[in-house]
């Protein structure tokens, strides 16, 4: 099963249940199961090896949306002006490969003004895969615009 999720790029943590007993008694209060295969993919939880399921529960996973990359807080109390004040960028996330940087305040996302951490974070949760949007930044003062290609 190792090698079926590679293939696929899906990140999985893969637990030894024999020597883990946590990880054991987990698996038993997700599933209900004692001795036979238990996956979870998400909040699915996968008995056996029904490769349907699987298959199913992998398309959905590999489908996601990444996460922008930003940990972000309301500009307006950092900088004294509305945006989302970028306090992280996540290494190799969209925003690292984008371009954003760690002190850029976004105020706008797809023409669309960002007053607020919150703004950001609804409006990035109703873009879909494939959709390519600028993002409108300060960045030392300067305004910039950013392509973002999800």
């Not at 056996?48 to 949306?65: P, T, V």
Request: net charge positive.
């Amino acid at each position: 099963m190792k090698g079926f999720l590679s293939q696929r790029g899906i990140p999985f943590k893969e637990y030894d249940v024999g020597v883990d007993r946590e990880a054991a008694l987990r698996m038993i209060r997700i599933s209900g199961q004692q001795g036979v295969p238990v996956i979870t993919i998400d909040d699915e939880v996968i008995v056996g090896f029904d490769r349907r399921r699987l298959e199913e529960a992998l398309a959905k996973a590999s489908a996601r949306k990444p996460p922008l990359g930003v940990s972000v807080a309301d500009a307006i109390s950092v900088t004294g002006i509305e945006g989302a004040y970028v306090g992280r960028v996540t290494p190799n996330s969209l925003a690292e490969q984008a371009g954003i940087r760690v002190g850029d305040v976004i105020i706008a996302m797809g023409g669309q003004p960002v007053r607020s951490a919150a703004d950001l974070e609804r409006m990035y949760a109703n873009l879909h895969i494939g959709s390519r949007i600028t993002l409108t930044c300060l960045r030392q003062g300067q305004r910039i615009q950013i392509e973002l290609s999800l």
